[in-house]
């Protein structure tokens, strides 16, 4: 399926607060199989918002650098985040196997919040 990063992006906080519910072992191996191909994808925004700040962050002291202070985005914030959100709309080819709706609801309860961002990884019934 095709998704944008965004999305991947947006879910997960979603997706790890699910993997900490206990439920049945076929809903628990759907919702780790997710995370799985979702943290790849993460790990790839990830590695170009630290290119972005490396381009975009203020110029450190000495001093900063010598204590290790992160580098920080202020003066370019705007930049920054017109590059970051280019990269959060390029769309991504992932193979999921999308959540039976049946399996949620016998097995756990959720948040209309949490359907809202999950939407993309539920099948619904034919029926």
Not at 30 to 38: M, N, S
Not at 49 to 55: E, F, P, S
Not at 72 to 89: A, G, T, W
């Amino acid at each position: 399926m095709k998704l944008k990063k965004e999305q991947l992006w947006n879910s997960f906080p979603v997706l790890d607060k699910w993997r900490k519910i206990e439920t049945s072992f076929k809903l628990a191996y759907r919702i780790q199989r997710i995370i799985a191909k979702v943290e790849n994808v993460l790990k790839e925004i990830e590695t170009e918002r630290v290119r972005l700040v490396n381009i975009y962050a203020d110029e450190q002291t000495a001093d900063e650098i010598k204590t290790g202070k992160q580098k920080q985005v202020v003066s370019k914030i705007k930049f920054f985040l017109d590059c970051f959100n280019v990269v959060l709309q390029e769309e991504v080819e992932i193979d999921i196997s999308k959540i039976p709706v049946d399996l949620l609801e016998n097995n756990m309860k959720v948040s209309a919040s949490d359907i809202n961002v999950m939407e993309c990884f539920i099948e619904e019934n034919d029926g």
